[in-house]
């Protein structure tokens, strides 16, 4: 029988390299989606979509490691969009009064950000890589096509 080697041993530097791979891709793929964010200066920038992903990347790995099998991992993931559910809704603010509501986008880019996150922890890092491109792309164009839509004339042509 082989002895426990403890919550402290460390994997093979393989194993390690790995996951410690796989943790970076996530707070750099956050990053890079924050960056934008930060950018419009956004309440939730570089620093929280990092996090985000960050974590949501570390729920499922520590999981994977501490031996769940698929359907406690899924589970997790079920969790994961749970709760950053309501991380985004605490973004959100209506201003009834004004009938404006401000922080969608900023919540869908947190949710976004969190299943980048578990993508980087259980998928080929291709996948993430794309959605968090993807994502970039579209916070960028959007802000250009809202921009002409704003400072478009209203009312009719004479």
Do not use: C, Y
Request: aromatic residues 4%; without cysteine; proline residues 5%.
């Amino acid at each position: 029988m082989t002895p426990d080697p403890g919550p402290l041993a460390l994997p093979d530097a393989a194993h390690l390299a790995a996951t410690a791979g796989r943790l970076l891709a996530a707070a750099v793929l956050g990053g890079i989606i924050g960056a934008q964010r930060e950018r419009v200066h956004s309440a939730a920038g570089f620093r929280t979509h990092i996090l985000v992903a960050l974590g949501a990347a570390l729920f499922v790995v520590a999981g994977r490691e501490g031996g769940f099998e698929v359907a406690d991992t899924s589970r997790v993931v079920q969790g994961i969009i749970t709760g950053i559910g309501f991380l985004g809704a605490g973004t959100i603010l209506k201003l009834a009064d004004r009938g404006e509501v401000h922080g969608l986008t900023t919540a869908a880019t947190i949710w976004v950000t969190a299943a980048v996150g578990v993508a980087a922890s259980i998928s080929p890092l291709w996948i993430p890589a794309l959605a968090a491109a993807l994502t970039w792309i579209v916070l960028a164009l959007a802000v250009r096509v809202e921009s002409r839509r704003r400072n478009a004339p209203t009312g009719p042509l004479t």
